[in-house]
């Protein structure tokens, strides 16, 4: 079993949908969980951080993370076709734990005018 | 946010050859930095972690050899790929952390290697 499950897609949805990304995981050592938005042969972007369970919001973007289930999600509002491209969850114990990332598969969005 | 820049973004090489690419953070100063490899519709692989001033610490797998590592600054980190192969040929990105968001990993733009 991976450390950290995505569904890899791809997801279509139409312009101005509600699009719904999710990760779960097996460590509960996990404490900071991050989005990264990567378009194709780029690096990844940091979309979204938050540490501990909550929500949080940053435009159209929200994320939320569940600690009890184990599991984090990220919204896009009123998605856009320049939102097309694939989304990494990646979360970790922390810098005093060697502070290494772990990353789900990635979800491949894209966004249809 | 924080900016890092990765050189060359795109290398074609002979079999045999050395290549090194360059990550470097560009205003702030990256104690720690990460280097990964992507192979394609595949997520992030970490291939080590590099410390400034001294030794890179390699995940299992990835050959010390092969991969050399060197965090001279805390500005910049070089990754080599020693005698490249064509099974080398792949996708590096580098990442970086601040002193302040020591949680937060910034990416550069990556390099694409092909080896002849």
């Known amino acids: 079993q991976k450390e950290v499950e995505q569904d890899p897609g791809p997801l279509s949805v139409p312009e101005g949908a509600i699009v719904s990304l999710n990760c779960t995981y097996s460590n509960s050592a996990f404490q900071y969980f991050m989005w990264y938005r990567q378009y194709s042969r780029k690096g990844p972007e940091l979309l979204m951080y938050?540490?501990?369970?909550g929500n949080k919001e940053d435009g159209r973007f929200t994320a939320q993370v569940d600690k009890s289930s184990k599991y984090i999600s990220l919204f896009i509002r009123d998605s856009q076709p320049s939102d097309s491209a694939t989304y990494l969850c990646?979360?970790?114990?922390?810098?005093?734990?060697?502070?290494?990332?772990?990353f789900g598969q990635g979800t491949e969005l894209s966004v249809k005018p | 946010g924080a900016v890092v820049s990765q050189h060359p973004s795109w290398v074609i090489c002979k079999s045999g050859t050395s290549v090194k690419i360059e990550c470097r953070s560009l205003?702030?100063?990256?104690?720690?930095m990460f280097w990964y490899r992507q192979f394609p519709k595949q997520s992030l692989m970490l291939m080590a972690t590099s410390n400034e001033g001294s030794k890179a610490t390699y995940e299992q797998g990835v050959e010390k050899d092969k991969f050399l590592i060197n965090h001279a600054s805390l500005t910049l980190s070089t990754l080599t790929v020693t005698s490249a192969h064509p099974e080398d040929s792949s996708f590096y990105i580098c990442?970086?952390?601040?002193?302040?968001?020591?949680?937060?990993?910034?990416f550069g733009a990556g390099t694409r290697l092909s080896v002849l």
């Open positions: 990646a979360m970790s114990a922390g810098y005093n734990q060697g502070g290494k990332l772990i």
């Open positions: 938050t540490y501990s369970s």
């Open positions: 205003d702030f100063q990256a104690t720690t």
């Open positions: 990442s970086a952390q601040t002193g302040l968001e020591r949680n937060i990993q910034y």
